[in-house]
């Protein structure tokens, strides 16, 4: 299973998706509220998978994206928005993200895409 940091700044949010992610036997090894702190996490981390709001005070997590993509190429994030526009969806996977995924979150597709991005097949 794999090593997954979560980025919200709504707890609620972070605590769903923490929930689904345990249920079925991923690691939650951080949570962040900004991007700046997705990055420093990262940094510290080094997480198989980031799932990362788009709309965060302090960085957006598209910034945050460019910046760990950047970084470390390799990094694998799922973007997170309740705005699940078109736009937001390429620009998300222009900054590098792996998948989207949108709020409310839908359990089946959260891990969908989770175990898409991660490689693992179900």
Excluded: W, Y
């Excluded at 198989?48 to 788009?54: F, H, K, P, R």
Aim: aromatic share 4%; proline share 3%; hydrophobic share 50%.
């Amino acid at each position: 299973m794999a090593r997954i940091l979560i980025v919200d700044d709504a707890k609620f949010m972070r605590l769903n998706l923490s929930n689904i992610l345990k249920r079925v036997g991923h690691e939650v090894v951080g949570e962040g509220e900004n991007g700046k702190e997705a990055i420093k996490m990262f940094r510290e981390l080094h997480p198989d998978l980031v799932t990362m709001d788009i709309t965060m005070p302090v960085m957006s997590g598209l910034d945050a994206v460019k910046e760990i993509k950047h970084e470390f190429p390799d990094a694998k994030v799922i973007m997170c928005s309740a705005m699940g526009q078109q736009k937001m969806v390429v620009e998300a996977i222009e900054a590098g993200a792996k998948d989207f995924i949108v709020k409310p979150f839908d359990e089946n597709r959260v891990l969908e895409a989770i175990n898409r991005v991660i490689g693992l097949t179900v």
